[in-house]
Structures are given as C-alpha cells and as structure tokens.
C-alpha cells in the first residue's frame, strides 16, 4: 500500500505553546488529507477534511482557531495545536487519498502530552 | 441509529481459530468498505478493501459484503497470535465529500 508518513510520533510540549504535526504522502498525490484525533479505547473522530489549496472543512465542534490545518501541497498537509492545554492530550492521526472513493491510507500517529 | 455499527468485543480466540467480524450500516450510500487493522499506539492499516458485494479474498482475510442487508465481515483463517490488534470497518459515502465513516472498532486477542 501508499506509504503516508507522520512526523512526530510523540510530542511532549508545555501548556500554552503550540505544537505542528506533519503528514506527508511519499509515494502518491494526496488530493484529500483528513486529520483525526483518538482517545484511548475509542474509534478515529474525525477532526477536519482539507484538499490542496483548499481551506480545511471542520467538522461540528472543532474549533478551527485552536487546531490550525494547512494542505499546501499534494503531499505535505500539516495540522497545528495552538496555546495547547492537558485536555489536548491525545492521540492525532492523519489519513491521505488521492482520489474521491479511493483508499486511505494512515499515518503512524502522533502521541500529543500537554504537561 | 448510528451510521456504522460494529460488534463491541472484546474478543478472545485460541490460535488457529477462525474469526468473523461484523459490521452494519444504515446509510444505504455507502458504497466502499475497508477494514483496517490498529495496532496499539498506532496508525490504522489498510487491510481490504472492496466496492461490489460479495466476497474478496487476500491471504487468510477474507471480506465479505453484502449491501442488500448492509452488512459487512471480515473473516480471518487460521488466526495467528500477531493478529491480535483492532479491527476497524470504514465505509465511504460518495456523496458526502467522501468521507470515512469507521465503526468503534472491536479489540481481537488470539491465544497463543
């Protein structure tokens, strides 16, 4: 399968700083990126849907403001926690495809510690 | 209803058991089904993926649909201790900018 890198795979950071997230397809075009975040024991909630060149589409509840998504090009799509806080702590995971029905394919997750 | 319904788990097999997952779905516009594999810790792998009913085979997984009951499985074969992991269903509604909509995920544990 397509091969989606994710950059980094844990991050510890302080209260109040902000932290980027990169995913990056190596292999194939990402025309569509999409971000999630996932709790412990819990299923991919989906944070944001973003297509090249495109502002990201949130998903109800996900303050965009907070969690700032740029797609830039067809293979680099970056998601940034800003002024983080302990509740962030989660696990983020993005996702690439390269078409409208075709596969995705995951990065291997970021591990967010706000202490 | 929930979009996609998947069967809680957790589930617990001896070793070269076969297992069958399940899925089902409400929204009769999805038209992709995948199923994923989630190790602890980290990112879903891309398992299978199919488009038309019926049934579609790689290796010892085989997934199986069947849209005139929306109902979706995964069979494993002679399960093997390192297929311990999550399991995902996801589907894509082409219609709704093609998002993944993913079951909760059912946690598999295969006793050597």
């Known amino acids: 399968g397509a091969v989606v890198s994710q950059h980094p795979s844990r991050v510890i950071c302080k209260s109040g700083t902000s932290v980027k997230i990169e995913c990056r397809s190596l292999?194939?075009?990402?025309?569509?990126m999409f971000w999630y975040r996932q709790f412990p024991k819990q299923s991919l909630m989906l944070m944001a849907t973003?297509?090249?060149?495109?502002?990201?589409?949130?998903e109800q509840g996900v303050e965009k403001d907070k969690f700032l998504i740029n797609h830039a090009s067809l293979t680099l799509s970056t998601l940034t926690v800003t002024s983080a806080h302990p509740e962030d702590s989660s696990f983020y995971i993005c996702?690439?495809?390269?078409?409208?029905?075709?596969?995705?394919?995951f990065g291997q997750g970021t591990r967010l510690t706000v202490v | 209803q929930k979009e996609v319904e998947q069967d809680p788990g957790p589930l617990s097999v001896p070793e070269g058991a076969i297992v069958s997952l399940n899925c089902t779905y409400s929204?009769?516009?999805?038209?992709?089904f995948m199923w994923y594999r989630q190790y602890s810790r980290k990112g879903p792998e891309l398992l299978m993926y199919?488009?038309?009913?019926g049934n579609k085979e790689d290796g010892r997984f085989t997934a199986q649909v069947d849209k005139s009951s929306k109902y979706i499985s995964l069979f494993i074969r002679d399960s093997q201790p390192s297929d311990s992991a999550t399991y995902l269903c996801?589907?894509?509604?082409?219609?709704?900018?093609?998002?993944?909509?993913f079951g909760k995920g059912i946690t598999l544990s295969v006793r050597p």
């Open positions: 996801a589907m894509i509604d082409t219609g709704a900018n093609s998002k993944l909509t």
């Open positions: 973003s297509n090249e060149g495109s502002k990201a589409t949130y």
């Open positions: 929204n009769s516009a999805f038209q992709y």
């Open positions: 996702s690439a495809r390269s078409g409208g029905a075709s596969r995705a394919f």
């Open positions: 199919t488009y038309s009913s």
């Open positions: 292999d194939f075009q990402a025309t569509t």
